[in-house]
């Protein structure tokens, strides 16, 4: 407990607000014990009501219709008391239609559990999550999840399978969308933030959802990038890069996990004890629901780990898998298999609490029923269309501005619009859209029609091609547009299809003919800016040597198009930065900033070094990377400490000022190097960020403070240690360059700085 006491107070008066605080602590945890303790009781009290068929009942989950509605079966399950929960059914017609018949009609009265993808928004959609986390912005990623939670019960719905907080370091595997890129400690921010938007403090209450940490564990490592293919990784590797978002979302209070659909080292996460009982029951001490994805369960045959349904059932529910998604081997042969032992009654209870327990947490028995007013009266709020806004503009990320082609000046009289993208309302949306409508959405085209709407300025769009691009018979109505013009605005990009769950890609170029479209507008010699509109990094050489400008937007969501304009034409400055890098061919994946050192580093005129003969090592835009429409200086790098013992903390200063024209926003990075430790370390850590906003000319100092955790690893024996030794530390705007220090630990010495 900390505690911020003025100076002046009396140290009397100072032990009695200690005395109070620690009262009312020690009462707040005795009021949660004794909740916990209740809830524990009716768990009891039912379990030792519950016929084994009912049981099993808690732990299957089915499909509704793709509309939102519940299957015809449902209800007479739900009167058998058989069916624990649904994925998609929404809307509170539908939810309370069939909530009423489980709490009214069944023997134990026990409520249905309501899941649905409620990804990066219910019916306000927000950029996706990798476009989210590359506005760098806790609270933004926390709104936002709020917001959606806030729609998402509003229609009934209880339960989100999100935040998905796999890295991601193959932008191959196209539910690289899905995630927040390819660091851990960004990532656990962002798993924290999104389960915090999601919850709240209690997840009972009718703004609030729980949260399903997914896919556990190393989904997003799967070989070539192909979804749902193997992941073959060591244990270090798992637990340094792909395991800390879990911990950090099961530490943020998420109250249910959900497996993976790939292998792990040989075992399906669906059925691998090592991550679901090792790791996340015993060591985590997480007492939450764990939910299998969809039909991983009966795919363990297919896996070849199991002969048949009964046999997935038996090693899935042993494993720890509570709820089964669709498919029905645990109703099926549950009964069979704890009478010949193979399941215990004791694993069919566990699984059972961990369901009636989330159950109770979100209130459900107490509330099982949604209020139709204020479905109506919380859907698509006017503030939470500005807020997708306003989270979009941030999530944007200016690659290149060459002699400040952006942003337009607003006295430009003919704008050329080229791109079947800007105006395709099915594509504002992407593969995991909620109950998002594309008619709500801001296509591009409008956004900038909207912006200019009081100017005399005049908009003409052409397509150059259609979305799939495969054809150049428009390209000279492009051309002549952008003749006609004083300046052109390209979109181009994926469509929402190629881009999240099962849309690898082995080619991660501009998809069709869209690059030899924007090179003949290029041979018009007319100013240009090009806007990406995609899910995942793309490899646009081409575009970062000859186009003037290139913004990333991502798929954007509802208010996209809006958000777009306001960054286009100037109104909002753009501060995204990668949480990703952008590789300059597929042969360089996977690659990320923070791999490990080589013993043969790159030396340009030694061929026995690491490294291509027919590409440079380097990405095309690294991670952290992103510009501005102001030019930041970052300096004065200060430690205040040279030398710490392990248990000791060091504070790092920088000054950080705007030297440019225009208001804006920068995200200043930390990142750490341990030069020599028992087991080889990356060439650099992110281990803070700061995102601040300075008005021109303006100057502040920036800390941040490297905590003995920070400095910590897993030495070979796979134990968290801290060692002696030296660290070198890096502040800039990236993970490339930036001002240099170092310090030692445990160890007297001088510290260097390289301004």
Not at 93 to 114: D, G, H, M, W, Y
Not at 707 to 732: A, C, H, I, M, R
Request: a positive charge.
């Amino acid at each position: 407990m900390r505690l911020a006491i003025k100076r002046n107070l009396s140290p009397l008066l100072v032990c009695l607000i200690i005395f109070n605080a620690s009262v009312a602590f020690a009462q707040k945890s005795v009021r949660a014990n004794r909740q916990s303790a209740t809830v524990e009781q009716k768990i009891n009290f039912l379990l030792a009501r519950m016929t084994l068929a009912e049981k099993l009942g808690q732990l299957q989950q089915l499909d509704g219709e793709s509309d939102g509605r519940f299957r015809p079966e449902h209800l007479e399950l739900a009167r058998k008391g058989l069916l624990g929960s649904t994925l998609n059914v929404r809307g509170v017609k539908q939810t309370n239609e069939l909530q009423r018949v489980a709490v009214e009609q069944s023997r134990l009265k026990i409520p249905i559990l309501f899941g649905f993808d409620v990804i990066h928004g219910y019916r306000t959609l927000f950029p996706i999550p990798l476009g989210e986390t590359a506005s760098w912005d806790l609270q933004a990623a926390e709104k936002s999840a709020h917001i959606a939670a806030q729609e998402a019960r509003s229609a009934g719905v209880h339960w989100t399978f999100a935040p998905m907080v796999d890295i991601a370091r193959d932008p191959r595997w196209g539910r690289i969308m899905e995630s927040a890129g390819e660091d851990a400690f960004l990532g656990a921010a962002m798993a924290k933030a999104r389960v915090q938007g999601f919850q709240g403090g209690d997840y009972s209450q009718i703004d609030r959802v729980m949260a399903c940490a997914k896919h556990f564990a190393a989904y997003g490592a799967a070989e070539g990038g192909r979804d749902y293919n193997t992941v073959d990784m060591s244990e270090r590797t798992l637990r340094e890069v792909y395991l800390p978002p879990f911990e950090a979302a099961k530490n943020a209070g998420a109250g249910s996990f959900m497996t993976s659909f790939n292998t792990l080292n040989g075992v399906p996460a669906t059925a691998n004890s090592f991550l679901l009982r090792q790791i996340l029951r015993s060591e985590w001490k997480f007492d939450g629901l764990v939910v299998s994805d969809y039909t991983s369960v009966a795919e363990l045959i297919k896996h070849g780990v199991a002969r048949d349904g009964s046999e997935a059932a038996q090693i899935s529910l042993n494993a720890g898998t509570d709820m089964e998604m669709v498919s029905r081997f645990y109703n099926q042969s549950g009964a069979e298999l704890v009478k010949s032992g193979k399941v215990s009654i004791k694993t069919i209870n566990d699984a059972v609490r961990n369901v009636l327990r989330v159950k109770f947490r979100l209130g459900l028995f107490e509330r099982p029923y949604a209020d139709e007013n204020l479905e109506k009266n919380t859907i698509k709020k006017p503030e939470f269309l500005q807020t997708a806004r306003e989270i979009a503009a941030k999530s944007f990320v200016l690659l290149k501005n060459e002699k400040e082609t952006l942003p337009i000046n607003k006295n430009v009289r003919k704008i050329a619009v080229i791109g079947a993208l800007a105006d395709d309302k099915a594509n504002t949306l992407d593969w995991w859209a909620g109950d998002a409508k594309a008619e709500d959405s801001v296509t591009i085209l409008q956004g900038i029609r909207e912006k200019v709407a009081a100017l005399p300025t005049k908009i003409r769009f052409e397509k150059g091609c259609e979305l799939n691009c495969d054809s150049e018979k428009d390209f000279g109505k492009a051309v002549d547009a952008a003749k006609d013009s004083d300046f052109t605005i390209i979109v181009a990009g994926e469509t929402r299809d190629i881009s999240g769950e099962a849309a690898s890609r082995t080619n991660l170029d501009l998809p069709g003919k869209q690059l030899d479209l924007i090179k003949v507008i290029h041979q018009t010699g007319k100013p240009y800016a090009v806007v990406l509109k995609n899910g995942r990094p793309l490899t646009i050489n081409w575009l970062a040597e000859n186009s003037p400008a290139i913004l990333e937007t991502w798929h954007s969501g509802t208010m996209g198009g809006a958000a777009i304009a306001d960054v286009l034409f100037g109104d909002v400055n753009p501060s995204g930065k990668l949480p990703v890098t952008f590789p300059r061919n597929v042969g360089q994946i996977p690659l990320f900033y923070n791999a490990l050192p080589t013993g043969r580093p790159l030396e340009t005129e030694n061929r026995y070094t690491s490294k291509y003969i027919d590409s440079p090592n380097t990405p095309l835009y690294p991670f952290g990377f992103g510009l501005s429409y102001t030019q930041f200086k970052i300096d004065n790098l200060r430690l205040d400490k040279t030398q710490i013992k392990r248990n000791e903390n060091v504070k790092i200063s920088v000054d950080v000022e705007n030297v440019g024209k225009r208001d804006g926003v920068e995200v200043v990075q930390l990142y750490v190097r341990d030069l020599v430790a028992s087991v080889s370390r990356p060439v650099k850590e992110l281990k803070g960020f700061r995102r601040i906003s300075l008005r021109a000319g303006e100057k502040r100092t920036v800390e941040m403070t490297l905590t003995p955790k920070d400095l910590s690893f897993l030495n070979q024996k796979l134990q968290p240690t801290n060692e002696d030794g030296d660290f070198q530390v890096f502040v800039g705007n990236s993970s490339e360059g930036g001002l240099e220090g170092t310090f030692k630990v445990g160890q007297t010495a001088v510290a260097e700085k390289k301004n």
